[in-house]
Each structure stands twice: as structure tokens, then as C-alpha cells.
């Protein structure tokens, strides 16, 4: 799973865009950009693999603070900085709801 997700990563993530004093930094990724501040579109979703999904779904929620209860997502994204235990406590903007919602329902309809 660590050389799965070690090459995965980096080809996903630009890197998290800092967010100044205005809060958390955005989630961007390679493959979509910042998913932050605009919905990803149902082409580009499908682009991606069950990996990259899962990453860039838990991404949005590691940037807002998620506490992550697997050992998947505490190996990927770490519990340093972590606040909320509940997914539903997260505090999401429009954008990151409406992707998560997609990337959802793609990962539904594939069984990943």
C-alpha cells in the first residue's frame, strides 16, 4: 500500500495552495487543480482511477481538518493537524460538498 500510494501522491497532489490568513490551505491536485473553488466536471472525474478518487476525496477532507480513522488515510494524509472525527462536522464550502458528492458516486457505480 506505501509504494501504491507513494507513486499515486505525488503524481496527484500540486501541493496544498496556501489559503493565507483567510483559513486552511485548498486542495489542489495535479489531475483536477484546486477543488476548492470550482466543481470538477463529470469528464474530468472520470478520468481518474478508484486511487485517485479515494485520494482526492480524502484530500479535500484532510485539508479541512478530518481525523482519519483508517490506516489508509492516516498513512497518506497523516492525523497531525486534525479536529474533526466526524465526517459530517468537516466544515466543507459548496465546491468541496459537490465534488465529494461526484467522486461518490463514481466510486459507487465502479465498486471501488
Given at each position: 500500500?506505501?509504494?501504491?500510494?507513494?507513486?499515486?501522491?505525488?503524481?496527484?497532489?500540486?501541493?496544498?495552495?496556501?489559503?493565507?490568513?483567510?483559513?486552511?490551505?485548498?486542495?489542489?491536485?495535479?489531475?483536477?487543480?484546486?477543488?476548492?473553488?470550482?466543481?470538477?466536471?463529470?469528464?474530468?472525474?472520470?478520468?481518474?482511477?478508484c486511487d485517485q478518487l479515494w485520494t482526492?476525496?480524502?484530500?479535500?477532507?484532510?485539508?479541512?481538518?478530518?481525523?482519519?480513522?483508517?490506516?489508509?488515510?492516516?498513512?497518506?494524509?497523516?492525523?497531525?493537524?486534525c479536529q474533526y472525527d466526524d465526517q459530517?462536522q468537516v466544515p466543507l464550502n459548496d465546491?468541496?460538498?459537490?465534488?465529494?458528492?461526484?467522486?461518490?458516486?463514481?466510486?459507487?457505480?465502479?465498486?471501488?
Open positions: 500500500m506505501k509504494r501504491l500510494l507513494a507513486a499515486v501522491l505525488p503524481a496527484l497532489i500540486a501541493g496544498p495552495v496556501g489559503a493565507g490568513d483567510d483559513g486552511p490551505p485548498e486542495p489542489c491536485f495535479e489531475t483536477v487543480g484546486c477543488v476548492a473553488d470550482h466543481e470538477i466536471s463529470e469528464r474530468e472525474a472520470e478520468k481518474l482511477g482526492v476525496r480524502n484530500g479535500i477532507y484532510a485539508s479541512r481538518g478530518y481525523c482519519f480513522k483508517t490506516a489508509r488515510g492516516r498513512e497518506a494524509f497523516g492525523n497531525a493537524s459530517g465546491y468541496e460538498r459537490a465534488n465529494i458528492r461526484l467522486i461518490r458516486a463514481i466510486e459507487k457505480r465502479r465498486g471501488c
